[in-house]
């Protein structure tokens, strides 16, 4: 099983980034997908997540407006796109897959580092 989160870089306040959450391994179409962050001395926190079917999704109230969540089930991927970033949203974002009738997730991807400054 392999989920690998990408797309993270430096941008400047007000800028937007795209993160894509490749995955492999699993049956892609069972799992909801969520999306995390940890920024440095803070814990982790949930910022995004969609159902398997991608017709429902949840955003944290700290980037709803800003983010949006999103699926190709064809690709086996997920995708955070943000928008409007701000300095606060500088933290390692992580995603992970959580099969429908299971409270925890399940796997794990490795982090991408997202970095808001001017």
């Known amino acids: 099983v392999q989920l690998q989160a990408s797309g993270g870089g430096l941008v400047q306040p007000g800028g937007s980034l795209r993160l894509s959450c490749a995955t492999s391994g699993f049956n892609f179409d069972y799992y909801a997908i969520g999306w995390f962050r940890q920024a440095p001395g803070k814990e982790r926190e949930s910022v995004a997540t969609i159902n398997q079917s991608g017709g429902s999704t949840w955003l944290a109230d700290s980037v709803k407006g800003r983010f949006t969540v999103s699926r190709d089930n064809a690709k086996n991927t997920g995708y955070l796109q943000m928008n409007s970033l701000k300095p606060e949203d500088t933290a390692v974002y992580f995603c992970?897959?959580?099969?429908?009738?299971?409270?925890?997730?399940?796997?794990w991807g490795q982090g991408t580092q997202v970095t808001v400054s001017s």
């Open positions: 992970a897959a959580r099969s429908r009738f299971a409270s925890e997730y399940a796997y």
